[in-house]
């Protein structure tokens, strides 16, 4: 239980925490107060790793030792069995509260990528897979999974956006923008923003 708490593996950590607790509360004959200790035992090992690798969100931490402290308070055998769910149903919510701060700073760092070297010729998803350390398939099926969009449409749409700004704003030739836009090859280019826009760039100026 601690291994899989100091390597942060939480589903782990309920799975193994559920069994032991159930253990505890459905095979042993023992006075409720020797429960408590039992349980509280785990739960407070558990908070303690927590606390000291700084897991979860400020406010779920602090949470985690109310929920603890109710588990302390038990009257009888079906409260404290109640106040265990209680505090698996709440581990739970903490580590979905994980998983959606590392998806959006996920999320955030393909954009922040995309923002910054979308003009960037050789900028591609596997550039991006590159600069993460993973691979295209991983790459583009967790940004799908995350966001709903394909990660090269993604990109395709920053570039076409700024074609546009540039082709209302500046006077710059087609091929100029093709070029600032990230794109290597003007007919390329052409074709993407026809698909995106209905319209080729020429036309799109006028």
């Known amino acids: 239980l601690i291994s899989a708490c100091k390597s942060e593996e939480w589903p782990e950590v309920v799975r193994l925490f559920s069994l032991i607790s159930g253990q505890i509360l459905e095979e042993s004959s023992a006075d409720i107060s020797v429960l408590k200790v039992q349980l509280t035992e785990c739960m407070n090992a558990i908070a303690q790793q927590v606390y000291q690798n700084h897991c979860f969100f400020e406010a779920d931490a602090e949470k985690l030792s109310d929920v603890i402290f109710k588990v302390v308070g038990s009257g009888n055998r079906e409260q404290l069995k109640q106040e265990t769910d209680s505090f698996i149903q709440f581990f739970k919510e903490c580590t979905q509260h994980i998983k959606e701060k590392e998806s959006l700073e996920f999320v955030n760092k393909v954009q922040q990528i995309i923002e910054e070297q ?81 319209i080729t760039p020429g036309k799109f100026r006028e």
């Open 118 to 198: 979308y003009a960037d010729q050789d900028m591609s998803v596997a550039f991006i897979a590159d600069l993460l350390n993973t691979n295209v398939k991983v790459l583009s099926a967790a940004y799908k999974q995350k966001t709903g969009k394909g990660l090269l449409d993604v990109i395709n749409s920053k570039r076409i956006q700024v074609a546009k700004k540039m082709l209302l704003e500046t006077n710059k030739s087609i091929l100029e923008i093709s070029t600032e836009a990230g794109y290597d090859n003007v007919n390329t280019f052409i074709r993407v923003f026809k698909r995106y826009c209905g």
